[in-house]
């Protein structure tokens, strides 16, 4: 069944969008997007790295994001210089730090437009493992984490007053960011991994009155944009990635039509 | 030195500074079960920065904070959900224990807010906000409460339920409450021991004697110093405007 290249995107691309649905709106909540970009961004140094020592590239991905993030946080603590400004800085300058690298690989040939927008042809039953068990250990420990993370994202203050150990759960959220853009990066590629965390969330919270349901509907998002993403690439040979995030697209706007809706309820 | 049982938490000579300057210095107090400890004073006195050093908000502080207690109950002065966030007030309930759907109605119910279980947070009034956030913090039941500015925006009559609330509270959970209030009126009939903040510790004491104190006329006017205290003494020192100490 797997041998079909296309029934393998489908099967990644579902395991991705379960994984991105909680966390995305996650993303939307605590304002992260710009930093999920910088971690996405760090992916092309992560990449080079799997290509040099013979690395997957899902485990390099994941330890130089984790470790572009760790390095975020000491910047944050040791420089005046303001959040984004930094996210900035880290996220173009992995990025140029990545692309320069490459051009020293010579005797590799890269996939640029595959790294960026993502390759579904690429898709390997390796990837597929990765994907579904990674994914489900993200899940396994987002659920761990729930309660301080929730919290905390409702009101830092009320969860460390009340002794849910806030900073605690943000490290290991960061984390998470880290490993779901390493899963990730085949199927959307690194350009376009925020838009798969934040924009089925953003449908998500148009039709959404409760955190759960966000969640839900973010994850029902995240399916449709994949499934009718990979069908029209396949049908029109468009670039999958981007196939993806245009699917999302359309449903986020199908969802602004309910909140029109509801506010015309309301008066 | 011998541990009290009572004690829930105690600053010793506590203190926090930002940026270079201090919020507030030389705090000591203490919060024991059963008792009303509250924190009065001008704005920018330092009340909230010390209630979040006793609930351990603040780590980096100057001095000695010991908490005796996991179960607290907190109402930050300021709470702002964001659009993002859909969030109900029975989602708000369970935001940092789970609890059963009796002890959510019943912690709205007292707070007078029971109809509104199902509705949005961004949609409530500022009263009716503060009464959630008020029967979400009571509704763990609590060792130890912290209560900052718990009725704020909340009409007169409510008020004073509210106020009369705290205090049976304080009596049926045996509960001990750090309240921050700028209701003299109240804090001198409910409170068992007031302290004057202005950037450090002005006067504390029980509220009759910290109305007779000149330090407390000087901050609230002779008006309400007026209302609560006949008597005056001397005090020993004037506030410059950074809120420091100069003897006389």
Known sequence: ?267 | MSIDKNILVKLKDAGFRQNDKWLVKGVSLVVEKGKIVTLIGPNGSGKSTTAKIALGIYKKIDGEVEKYTNKVGYVPQKVSIDWTLPLRVSDFMVLTENLKDEAINEALSLTGVEHLKNKNLGNLSGGEFQRVLLARAISKKPELLVLDEPVQGVDFTGEIALYELIKKISEELNCGILLISHDLHTVMSATDHVVCLNGHVCCSGSPIDVAKNKEYKVLFGEQASQTLSIYEHRHDHVHSHEGDIKKN
């Open chain 1, 1 to 267: 069944m797997f041998d079909d290249f296309f029934i393998r995107a489908l099967v990644a691309g579902i395991g991705v969008a379960f994984v991105t649905g909680p966390l995305g709106c996650f993303v939307v909540w605590r304002r992260l997007s710009y930093f999920g970009d910088t971690l996405a961004h760090s992916a092309l140094l992560g990449v080079t790295m799997a290509y040099s020592f013979e690395l997957n590239i899902a485990v390099s991905v994941f330890i130089i994001s984790s470790v572009i993030a760790l390095i975020l946080i000491q910047l944050q603590k040791k420089t005046n210089l303001p959040g984004d400004a930094l996210l900035g800085l880290l996220a173009h300058s992995s990025l140029a730090v990545g692309l320069v690298v490459i051009g020293f690989l010579t005797f590799i040939r890269f996939d640029i437009m595959g790294l960026l927008f993502g390759d579904i042809l690429a898709v390997t039953i390796d990837d597929l493992l990765i994907i579904w068990i990674g994914g489900g250990l993200i899940l396994l420990v987002l659920k761990l984490i729930w309660k301080p993370l929730f919290a905390s994202t409702v009101n830092y203050e009320l969860a460390e007053a009340e002794g849910l150990n806030p900073d605690r759960a943000k490290a290991i959220f960061t984390i998470l960011m880290a490993a779901i853009i390493a899963i990730s990066i085949k199927m959307v590629g690194l350009l376009l991994i925020t838009g798969m965390l934040i924009i089925p969330a953003a449908m998500a919270r148009n039709i959404s009155d409760n955190p759960k349901k966000m969640i839900i509907f973010s994850i029902i998002g995240g399916l449709l944009s994949v499934i009718i993403g990979l069908f029209s690439s396949l049908e029109f040979n468009s670039p999958s990635g981007p196939s993806i995030i245009t699917a999302s697209l359309i449903l986020f706007i199908l969802s602004l039509l309910k909140i029109k809706q509801s506010a015309h309820l309301k008066n």
